[in-house]
């Protein structure tokens, strides 16, 4: 067993409250690699921002479970020595059972979900309160979730949205004992969110709702890219084929920032800035075949997005 006290990170029970009190939403973002890795931390270190870093279930098995611990206690270690502290959290991504739970906090993950919104509403609350009565017992926070997202989170896919309940909150967190709560309220996963020439809204009204029946409890949206359209143009003028994929505008997500919302998920406009830098680089300059030619501007463009992120769409900036 390896606690994550012992890898200097810390859960999200003490980031939330603060976050929540302070306006502001932690960015959560996913990570597969080292440079995904280097440029969340540089990225963070230099806003001051606490980060919380999310590994699913498919980059566990891309990276080795193995290899993720240490490349998070390097990041603290990276963190200090760029010459700043940062609060970081090792979050699981869409856990989908008790057992993936348990792997993940006896290899040093400080916080994981579990994401029962599959299943009925009584099989959601049960193996929620599996988890957090598992978890708990470590110290590791629980996010849970209500309500399906539409898109596809690895195996898992839905063709749309089933909006979170304002009535059923109060109970599944009272029942469960979670210490966040992901909901649906209009996000979903991936490039392709929004029909092109619609205006993408997300349900605040819900948002509200929810915040009337939990006040103050820590809300997390998944599904929060924005699919910048300079990063698809680039990527579609050298080489690669994304029609129509648009996201969730950046102001909305500020104005969620601001509530109980105090955990953005972000990864696809994160895949979206190093493919555009990398069919770049490939595309301008065909003989080059080493990797740090192409890997490190995907890196730095990766870097510039979180920074921009933290700074004018989360808020997290300067609150480490
Ligand atoms: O919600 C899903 C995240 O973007 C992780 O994606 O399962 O392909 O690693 P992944
Ligand atoms: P995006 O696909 O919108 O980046 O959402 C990521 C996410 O919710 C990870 O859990
Ligand atoms: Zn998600």
Redesign the pocket.
Known sequence: MVSYKDLGLVNSRELFKKAVNGGYAIPAY?FNNMEQLQAIIQACVETKSPVIL?VSAGARKYANQTLLRYMAEGAVAYAKELGFEIPIVLHL??GDSLDLCKSCIETGFSSVMIDGSHHSYEDNVRLTKEVVEYAHKYDVTVEGELGVLAGVEDEVSADKHVFTQPDEVEDFVNRTGVDSLAIAIG?S??AYKFKPGSDPKIRLDILSEIEKRIPGFPIVL????SVPQDLVAIINSNGGKLDDAI?IPEEQLRLASKSAVCKI?????GRLAMTAAVRKVLAENPGEFDPRKYLGPARDSLKALYMHKNSNVLGSSGKA
């Open positions: 996913n999310q991504d869409h996000t996963h991936g998944h599904g929060s890219s996201g998920n972000i990864d696809s406009d």
